[in-house]
C-alpha cells in the first residue's frame, strides 16, 4: 500500500506539471497561478532525498573534471602519437558516453527516493523517449532485411545513388557502405534506398558498360571519325570483347554550335578499370583526331560569293 501511494503521488505530480505547462506559457505578466495543493507538494518534498542532493552535486563537478582531463590527455596523446589519433578520440567518445550515462543514474539515485512504482513510470517514459530517438534506426534495420530479400544490389557492385558513385563495400543491418572513386567511405543509411532511385552497373558481374561521348564539326569525315573511335575502343586491353562494341552519331547542338555527336558503347573488363578504360580510350581517339585533321565543333562560315556572282538572264527568241 506505501508503494501503491508513492505511485500515486508521482503521477499527480507529474499530471501537476503536465498542466502548469500549457499555463505558463499563456500566462500573461498580470496573470497570477494558483498555487498547487499542499499535498501533492508534500509528495514532491518527500521523493526528494536532501541529503544526497549536495553529494549529487559533487558527483557532478567530479564527472566535469573528469572529462575535462581525458580531452587534455586525448589532445596531448594525439600529438606524441599521431598514427593513434584516430582510436584516442574514439576511446574518449565511448568513456564521455560511460560517464554521462553513470553520472546521471547516480544523480537519480542520490536525489531521489525510488521504488518499484515510480522506476516503472520513469522507464515508461525513456522506454517513450528511445523509441522516438531510434525510429529511424528500426525503419533502416527493416530497410536492410529487404535490401538483403530484394537485392537491388550486391557487394562489389558499382552504383550510383543521389551525389554518390562508387564500389558497394558491406551491406550492413542499418547502412550500405559505399567507397568512392576518392577512395572516401560514404555511409548511406539503408531506409534512403526504399524511395530514392539507385543505378547499378554491372550488377553482380565483373564488365560494366562504359559509354564516352565525342564532338566533332558537321563539315568533317564522319566515317573516318566513326572508323577512329571503334578501333580505338576494341583495341584498348580494357576492354570486354565477348559483348558488342557500338558507335551511335547523332546530329546535336551543343555550346551553340551544331556539331556531331559519336558516342561509344563498349564494356570495361572489370569495374575497377573503369577510369583507366576512358582515358586510354580518349587518348587515343584525340591524338588520330588531331592527326587525321578532324576539327572540333566550330562556328561555319559560309562565303557569299557563289550567291553574289548569279547568271546572266537568257534572251528569249519570243521576246
Not at 508503494?3 to 499555463?23: D, E, H, K, Q, T
Not at 506559457?25 to 498555487?35: D, Q, V
Not at 552535486?57 to 566535469?64: D, L
Not at 529511424?136 to 544490389?153: L, W
Request: contains cysteine.
Amino acid at each position: 500500500m506505501p508503494n501503491l501511494a508513492r505511485s500515486s503521488g508521482l503521477f499527480s505530480v507529474i499530471a501537476l506539471a503536465v498542466g502548469l505547462i500549457p499555463r505558463l506559457a499563456l500566462a500573461g505578466p498580470e496573470e497570477e497561478l494558483g498555487a498547487p495543493p499542499p499535498e501533492v507538494v508534500g509528495q514532491l518534498t518527500n521523493m526528494i532525498r536532501w541529503s544526497g542532493v549536495l553529494t549529487s552535486i559533487v558527483v557532478i563537478f567530479g564527472a566535469w573534471l573528469t572529462i575535462r582531463f581525458i580531452n587534455d590527455s586525448v589532445e596531448r596523446l594525439s600529438k606524441q602519437f599521431a598514427n593513434r589519433r584516430l582510436l584516442l578520440h574514439k576511446v574518449a567518445t565511448i568513456l564521455q558516453f560511460v560517464i554521462y550515462v553513470g553520472t546521471g543514474a547516480a544523480v537519480l539515485l542520490l536525489s531521489f527516493r525510488l521504488d518499484a512504482g515510480v522506476l516503472a513510470v520513469i522507464g515508461g517514459t525513456v522506454a517513450v523517449s528511445v523509441g522516438f530517438a531510434v525510429k529511424d534506426v528500426v525503419a533502416s534495420f527493416i530497410a536492410g532485411i529487404m535490401i538483403m530479400i530484394d537485392r537491388p544490389f550486391q557487394v562489389g557492385d558499382r552504383i550510383s545513388f543521389g551525389d554518390q558513385y562508387g564500389d558497394v563495400t558491406a551491406i550492413g543491418l542499418r547502412s550500405v557502405r559505399v567507397v568512392t572513386l576518392d577512395d572516401n567511405v560514404v555511409t548511406i543509411p539503408n531506409n534512403k534506398f526504399i524511395n530514392d532511385i539507385t543505378s547499378c552497373g554491372n550488377y553482380g558481374a565483373l564488365d560494366m558498360m562504359v559509354v564516352m561521348d565525342f564532338y566533332i564539326g558537321v563539315d568533317q569525315d564522319l566515317t573516318l571519325a566513326r572508323s577512329i573511335v571503334n578501333e580505338a575502343a576494341v583495341t584498348s586491353r580494357y576492354v570486354y570483347l565477348p559483348k558488342p562494341v557500338v558507335v551511335r552519331i547523332k546530329q546535336m547542338i551543343t555550346d551553340n554550335y551544331v556539331a556531331i555527336r559519336l558516342r561509344l558503347k563498349s564494356y570495361v573488363l572489370d569495374t575497377k578499370y573503369e577510369k583507366a578504360f576512358e582515358t586510354d580510350v580518349n587518348l587515343r581517339v584525340l591524338q588520330s583526331f588531331r592527326e587525321h585533321g578532324i576539327m572540333p565543333p566550330a562556328v561555319l562560315h559560309r562565303s557569299l560569293e557563289p550567291l553574289a556572282r548569279r547568271p546572266e538572264p537568257v534572251n528569249s527568241p519570243y521576246s
